[in-house]
Every structure is written in structure tokens, then in C-alpha cells.
């Protein structure tokens, strides 16, 4: 088991990854009071509730499922959650746990953050995606019908428990999903980890134990490097944002219907990539090595014909990174160097999309 830490301006949180890890940790070291709740959808509960409920004997034990699906990832299911907590009496020494991918740890920890102002909070990710992202850092938030995260807060847990006997049992579709935020780390921090990615795809795609637990704790450190600096997004962390503005208005474009956020992301990353070959001089062998690792990955890199143009410059308006009116786009100078630009027109964009479609 391999302990890592975060350290933010009022706490530390503990990360611990490994393999069939979870019936190893000492929960009592992360919760303070008697009273869970878990939060988590039918599918995962399926799966892992009564292993994780075994493991937990000795506190009191209550659940909360959800449908399964990034459409609930809304304000409505975040009152249902409400309702639920509220009802059952619980108050301030209550420990929230979030069991399931990025959707349920969103949800859990917006209202591990606004239930009584705020109550304890463990992640325990079974998405690969949740693993190596959503659920480090302290983001949370919920949809809007007008864009993705617009409504959240910062809220860190005490624990992120990351096993990855988890991913065994996840489709084969949603583990590439999550491998783009993997490939998001080596493009915007280090380029002989996305050589490494691109030279053992296979590996990769195989689920080696060996090459999984490698992209998760070199993506965690990148991810705690960054947030360590910048908490709240006020300068660097924005980078960890490249792919994501093209990739949020795609998913918002596409309704959250048939495109993963991985996906969307992977299609970010493209044309964020090549943006940059003329606005901030990338190579075009940066572009390739970006581009190949993507295509290895087996991840989309052309949009579909059926994607409205007119949909996605609409999304992007509603952009949360937004400043002064304007996008701000994380661009690359290189593999493993970015800055952000705030002069990309409208027309540039719509060229962009045209240039990348089926």
C-alpha cells in the first residue's frame, strides 16, 4: 500500500492506493464520530456495498443510492440527498462516504460541504477517472441545464481510499474514459511519462497491476504538485483544465448522452492541441506524440458528424473558467508546458471544429 498526502491551507488528506487494499485500512483513523452514510447508485452497491458495510461493523451504518448516470448529477438529486440526511436526524459528527465514480463523489461531496455547513468526508473512487482525478482536489459540484459544474464548492476529504481491484468490474469503455485524464498529466507535466503511456498502451489497456499502479500515483502527485500551489484555481491549477473546455461544451452539446467525459475530454485535448501548434508555436511531433497516445488509448479523435457546431460555441459560453467575458484556453508551448490564452475568436473556433470532424 502506498501512502500519499495532500496538503491544503486547513488540512491534510491522506491517499492511499494500492490492490485489494480496502479490507487493510484502519477507517477508525479518518472518522471521528459513530454515524455514515453511503452514498453511492444500484450498480456499485451491487458490487461492493456489503464488503465495504463489513468493513464498517463497528459504526452506524445508512445508505443513499442513486440512479446511475451523469444527467443526476443535479441540484434536484442534491436536495433528495439533503432530504435524506435531514430525515434521518444526523448532525454535525456525521462522515459522508462516497462509493462510486466521479458522479456520486461530486454529489457527495457538495453535500458533504453543505449539510450543517459541513460534515467529514472519505472518497472511495471505482472509477479509474475518479481515481487519478474528480475525486483529488477538493472540487464538487452539480450541472446545469445552461453548462457542466456550474454550481459547487471546494471541499477536501479526510481520506481517498483507492484501490484498484475496483477497475475489474468496470466496462472496458469507461476505463479509456478515464485513461484521457491520464494522458492529460503526461501532456501538460511531463513528457517522457506520456512517451512511457504511449510505448505501453497495451500494458495498459490489459490492466498490468504493475503499469495501472504507475498512471495512478504519477497522476495523483501531478494533480497534489499543482493543487498544492494553486487550491482554488486562481492561476496554475487552471492548467489541469486543458481538454476540459471544448470537452465540457461537447458533453453539454451532446446532453450527457452518448459521450463519456473521457471522451470528451480526449476530443478537448485535440483541439486544444492544435490551437496550440499556431497561437503558441507547438511542434507538430508534440501534436503527433499527444495525438497517437490518444489513438493508442483507443479514444476518439475526430468529432462526429452529428455534434452541432452552433451547440458547442453556445456551451462555451457558459464556461465556469470564463474571465471578463472571455474563454481562457489552456494551450501547450510544449508537452509538458502550457499557458493560457484569452484571444481565440469565435470564427477560429468554428474553423477548428470543422477541421476535426468526421
Known amino acids: 500500500m502506498n501512502r500519499l498526502s495532500l496538503k491544503t491551507e486547513n488540512q491534510k488528506v491522506t491517499i492511499l492506493t494500492g490492490n485489494k487494499i480496502l479490507n487493510k485500512i484502519n477507517f477508525k483513523n479518518f472518522i471521528n464520530g459513530n454515524d455514515i452514510c453511503i452514498l453511492s447508485n444500484s450498480k456499485i452497491a451491487k458490487l461492493y456495498l456489503q464488503q465495504l458495510k463489513k468493513k464498517l461493523n463497528n459504526f452506524k451504518i445508512n445508505t443513499f443510492l442513486i440512479p446511475d448516470g451523469e444527467k443526476y448529477k443535479s441540484v434536484n438529486i442534491l436536495n433528495k440527498i439533503h432530504d435524506h440526511l435531514i ?14 465514480g466521479g458522479v456520486i463523489g461530486d454529489l457527495a461531496g457538495l453535500a458533504a460541504d453543505t449539510f450543517l455547513r459541513g460534515v467529514n468526508l472519505i472518497h472511495i473512487p471505482t472509477t479509474l477517472l475518479a481515481q487519478v482525478d474528480s475525486s483529488i482536489g477538493g472540487k464538487t ?5 445552461l453548462g457542466k459544474n456550474l454550481i459547487g464548492t471546494f471541499k477536501h476529504p479526510s481520506a481517498i481510499i483507492i484501490d484498484i481491484n475496483f477497475l475489474k468490474t468496470l466496462p472496458d469503455k469507461q476505463f479509456k474514459s478515464g485513461l484521457a485524464e491520464v494522458i492529460k498529466y503526461g501532456a501538460i507535466s511531463n513528457r517522457s511519462f506520456l512517451n512511457w503511456v504511449n510505448k505501453n498502451s497495451n500494458k495498459i489497456l490489459n490492466q498490468n497491476t504493475d503499469s495501472l499502479l504507475k498512471i495512478i500515483n504519477f497522476s ?28 465540457h461544451a461537447i458533453e453539454s452539446a ?17 483541439l486544444a492541441a492544435a490551437i496550440s501548434m499556431e497561437k503558441t508555436n507547438l511542434s507538430l511531433e508534440d501534436f503527433n506524440l499527444i495525438e497517437e497516445t490518444i489513438r493508442k488509448i483507443k479514444l476518439p479523435t475526430n468529432l462526429p458528424k452529428n455534434l452541432s ?43 477548428i471544429l470543422d477541421s476535426f470532424r468526421n
Do not use: P, W
Not at 430525515?87 to 462510486?100: M, P, Q, V, Y
Not at 451532446?254 to 485535440?270: D, P
Open 87 to 100: 430525515k434521518n436526524k444526523f448532525d454535525r459528527h456525521l462522515t459522508i462516504i462516497a462509493l462510486g
Open 141 to 145: 459540484g452539480v450541472n446545469h441545464r
Open 220 to 247: 495523483i502527485k501531478a494533480k497534489i504538485k499543482i493543487v498544492e500551489l494553486d487550491e482554488r484555481e486562481s492561476g496554475v491549477r487552471a492548467y489541469l483544465n486543458f481538454g476540459h473546455t471544448f470537452g
Open 254 to 270: 451532446k446532453n450527457y448522452k452518448g459521450i463519456l467525459h473521457g471522451e470528451a475530454i480526449s476530443l478537448g485535448m485535440i
Open 309 to 351: 457546431k452552433s451547440k458547442i460555441i453556445k456551451y462555451l459560453q457558459y464556461d465556469k473558467k470564463k474571465k471578463l467575458g472571455r474563454n481562457n484556453f489552456i494551450l501547450l508551448k510544449s508537452v509538458g508546458s502550457c499557458c493560457v490564452s484569452n484571444t481565440i475568436t469565435t470564427k477560429y473556433l468554428i474553423d
